[in-house]
């Protein structure tokens, strides 16, 4: 029953009430990207596979530049990486924006997180299971090591909530989202500051 309905009805509850509630933040944080990311944008927005699959645009705030070489290749993400960005991804709150996608719809407050779309042949059978729920802005493995983990333990991290969902599980991904985010840990990966691509199971 919590799995089918009153997931989704807290999903939308919560939502709304966090969005009330960080509004004014939200706004200091588009003035600050505005002139950050030299005005080119204050959101990022990317094709993502939901649940079964399903494509949706993800919207989060934009932490870097579309600064390019002379060869018109953009710059790496560390180089495009502002300073307010790097606050902001740090301490998750560039991940504000999908409140909005949860109350569409297309995400939980918990669950898998939405990878890129060219990652979707990439995975073997069991790996692809993420995709039986909606994808979250804090999950399992986010709590478990985040962008510090390898692929392969992520995904089994991910494949362990979608038989495990419950909303005591829930409700502690919360508060250790919560304790994460303070102590700001596994942000980064151990030789990038983003996670790598992932390259397949080979």
Request: net charge positive; hydrophobic share 45%.
């Amino acid at each position: 029953m919590y799995r089918r309905f009153f997931k989704r009805l807290l999903d939308f509850l919560f939502a709304l009430l966090v969005l009330l509630i960080v509004c004014p933040l939200m706004l200091v944080l588009c003035v600050g990207l505005f002139f950050a990311n030299k005005k080119v944008g204050i959101f990022f927005f990317q094709e993502r596979p939901g649940r079964n699959g399903k494509n949706f645009r993800v919207i989060k705030f934009k932490t870097m530049t579309d600064e390019r070489d002379h060869n018109g290749v953009l710059l790496s993400d560390e180089k495009r990486l502002t300073r307010i960005g790097r606050v902001v991804r740090s301490t998750s709150l560039d991940e504000l924006p999908q409140l909005i996608n949860v109350l569409k719809g297309d995400m939980s407050l918990i669950g898998p997180r939405p990878l890129l779309v060219q990652y979707l042949p990439l995975y073997n059978k069991r790996q692809a299971r993420r995709h039986e729920v909606r994808p979250g802005i804090t999950g399992w493995a986010q709590v478990n090591g985040r962008n510090a983990i390898s692929w392969q333990q992520k995904f089994e991290y991910d494949v362990w909530y979608v038989d495990h969902i419950s909303l005591g599980l829930d409700v502690r991904i919360l508060f250790l989202t919560i304790k994460k985010v303070l102590v700001r840990e596994g942000i980064t990966s151990s030789t990038s500051s983003t996670m790598e691509l992932f390259t397949g199971n080979n």
